[in-house]
């Protein structure tokens, strides 16, 4: 039904950066500029949504979660900022169990065969304050195909749950499941799927 990198996206994860932005944060809120360096998805609070025309009748919508990843990020040179995602295609949930399995199985992204979406930046543009574009490839289903993710920066600060130093982003693209082989039930389940990601990073010690 839909591609990512994922799911990404993500993907996709997914997230790219604002650099330069105040901190928001409930445990810091006035902590400066957002913090250089290493770090990793937090995959209780990122996550990847998809939604696809059904039948003409309504928009589906599904979820991919437990993704990993690392981001390694400068906030003075965004260009120098690197990202790459893995989102688990056992993780695909929709309101349906029957259609969860379905999605896995072999006339859809075939999970067993090809479990995991990458994306990987190639390219990061900051496009304002808050905002950039991040492209990049995405894998799926057997097949490497070049996206464009657009990113925006939602805060960073010291989360007062994990008190851990973290950065939040929020991106979204439109892919065509044709490009990567998924062609099952079109025009009827639509080419176009849009992707919605949640991105939350905590930065290593």
Do not use: C
């Not at 949504?49 to 003075?76: A, C, E, Q, R, W």
């Not at 097949?143 to 657009?150: A, D, H, Q, R, W």
């Not at 176009?192 to 990073?201: E, H, K, S, T």
């Amino acid at each position: 039904m839909m591609k990512v990198s994922y799911p990404i996206v993500a993907t996709s994860l997914v997230m790219a950066l604002s650099w330069g932005m105040p901190a928001i944060a409930q445990t810091d809120p006035a902590s400066g500029q957002v913090s250089a360096g290493t770090y990793h998805v937090d995959p209780n609070h990122t996550q990847v949504v998809f939604s696809v025309l059904h039948l003409g009748f309504s928009h589906y919508t599904g979820l991919l979660s437990g993704i990993k990843g690392t981001m390694v990020l400068d906030p003075v040179e965004v260009k120098n900022t690197s990202l790459s995602i893995d989102v688990p295609l056992s993780s695909l949930l929709t309101t349906s169990s029957k259609l969860n399995d379905e999605l896995k199985g072999k006339e859809w992204f075939d999970a067993e065969k090809f479990p995991t979406a990458h994306f990987s930046a190639t390219k990061i543009v900051k496009t304002g304050k808050d905002s950039a574009s991040v492209e990049g490839a995405l894998t799926l289903h057997g097949v490497t195909k070049p996206e464009i993710l657009k990113v925006r920066f939602i805060g960073a600060g010291t989360s007062m749950m994990s008190k851990k130093y973290t950065a939040g982003f929020e991106a979204q693209t439109t892919i065509k499941r044709s490009d990567f082989g998924i062609k099952m039930f079109i025009p009827y389940v639509e080419d176009n799927v849009d992707l919605r990601i949640a991105g939350a990073f905590e930065k290593d010690n």
